[in-house]
């Protein structure tokens, strides 16, 4: 069955630090991986996605992230984080291709002035 | 800007209510889902829909049950609200006909506590 890892819950960086959050897929197949962010009290909403080509796509915000195939996994990364970054984070595949996402637990992320 | 829309957004409710949390989008979209959040866990589907008279059940068993008579409307009712419903549900559409496989845009949730 497919499944999606966050391996770190919580997450806390000082504004202008680098940041990388984890994400490993188990799947048979190449997934289409997702990353979304949930802002305290409000929606998810897409930073940026993976289908083919090249591995490193960048997405709004200033995220990026890279696929690798050797490590499952499908990192997002930002060179410098804002306060405004602070928020929660979740990685996800597509299942059966008909739209429906399995989600990881998701990783929060706190910004320290 | 997504326009999807979740009433209510809290919600507390005593056990054997029944309850209905509204979900409304204003984009055309074809397909919509049900997603149930607890902290730390991840989302779980646990309805979803590609059209007018189409229900499916997700991939996590739920006693709630939706329907789909409008396109732009998907409500979730619980027939008899427990405690083990408190949780935070979201709802999300996508259009199926841009091919954009999983983007989906979410609604702010509706938080549920049945005391």
């Known amino acids: 069955a497919q499944s999606v890892t966050q391996p770190d819950i919580h997450i806390t960086v000082s504004e202008g630090a680098s940041l990388e959050l984890r994400c490993n897929y188990s799947?048979?197949?190449?997934?289409?991986l997702f990353w979304y962010v949930q802002s305290p009290g409000q929606g998810l909403q897409l930073l940026l996605k993976?289908?083919?080509?090249?591995?490193l796509v960048q997405g709004i915000k200033g995220f990026e992230a890279e696929f690798k195939r050797s490590q499952s996994s499908f990192n997002l990364r930002k060179p410098s984080v804002h306060w405004s970054d602070a928020a929660e984070y979740f990685c996800?595949?597509?299942?059966?291709?008909?739209?429906?996402?399995?989600f990881g637990a998701g990783t929060r992320l706190a910004v320290h002035p | 800007e997504a326009d999807i829309y979740q009433t209510p957004r809290y919600l507390v409710i005593g056990t054997g209510k029944k309850i209905t949390l509204e979900c409304s989008q204003t984009?055309?979209?074809?397909?919509m889902y049900w997603y149930q959040q607890d902290p730390g866990m991840e989302l779980h589907l646990i309805h979803y829909?590609?059209?007018?008279?189409?229900?499916e059940k997700g991939d996590l068993s739920s006693e709630s049950t939706v329907s789909r008579i409008r396109t732009e409307h998907f409500p979730l009712t619980l027939e008899s609200a427990r405690p083990s419903h408190t949780s935070q549900y979201l709802c999300?559409?996508?259009?199926?006909?841009?091919?954009?496989?999983?983007?989906?845009?979410f609604g702010e949730g509706s938080r549920l506590t049945v005391l």
């Open positions: 999300a559409s996508s259009d199926r006909d841009t091919g954009e496989i999983g983007e989906l845009f």
């Open positions: 993976y289908f083919s080509g090249d591995t």
């Open positions: 799947y048979g197949a190449t997934p289409y």
């Open positions: 996800a595949v597509v299942w059966g291709g008909y739209n429906k996402l399995i």
């Open positions: 984009m055309g979209h074809d397909k």
């Open positions: 829909s590609y059209g007018v008279n189409s229900t």
